[in-house]
């Protein structure tokens, strides 16, 4: 039993053409994000590993139902152990959290609209499918308006060169600031 070589399996068919997440396009978020994102396993080059871990992060939309998600990653673990019949596998929850939308229609969206505008910026609407404290908000109550806005490019995120220019930062400083003043009065 070599669990890296389980492993290897089970991520070669979560990334091959059968595994397919069900899913329909949203309009701010468009589709799920699904990527495998930490490998642990192995202790020594001359031990054979007896245990393999791997942290896959699926982002998804408001449409999927994440047991369904939970099902089909279950469904080849068992489609590996025909392979592999000793295969002993375990699925962990580590965060699950559900995708959120505010209404594009809600004052605070459009206080928000507001004050960019009035600094210049774009007043378009849009969503992104990163994961944000806004989720914890939500969970303490299904009607708090959550808008996402900050300086920097989204591509760039948790990448090695990732930063944000001083100019933009600035200018985001004021646009907070004249959200704060028109929503509090």
């Known amino acids: 039993m070599n669990a890296i070589v389980h492993m290897n399996e089970i991520i070669h068919q979560l990334l091959g053409e059968n595994f397919k997440l069900q899913y329909e ?11 495998i994102n930490v490998i642990q396993g192995g202790a020594n080059t001359n031990v054979v590993p007896d245990r393999c871990s791997a942290n896959i992060d699926i982002r998804t939309v408001p449409s999927q139902d994440h047991n369904q998600i939970i099902g089909q990653i279950e469904g080849v673990i068992e489609n590996v152990k025909q392979q592999y019949p000793d295969l002993k596998s375990e699925i ?19 206080t928000v609209q507001v004050a960019v505008g009035s600094m210049g910026g774009s007043t378009k609407l849009g969503g992104i499918t990163g994961y944000t404290d806004s989720s914890q908000f939500v969970q303490a109550d299904k009607d708090f308006p959550v808008v996402v806005l900050g300086p920097g490019v ?5 990448q090695p060169d990732e930063h944000v220019d001083i100019d933009k930062y600035l200018e985001c400083i004021e646009i907070y600031k004249a959200i704060a003043k028109n929503y509090l009065g």
């Open 154 to 158: 989204t591509a760039q995120a948790h």
């Open 92 to 110: 962990r929850i580590l965060n699950d959290q559900s995708s959120m939308t505010t209404s594009d229609d809600d004052p605070f969206v459009k």
């Open 25 to 35: 396009e949203d309009s701010k978020l468009g589709g799920p994000t699904f990527s």
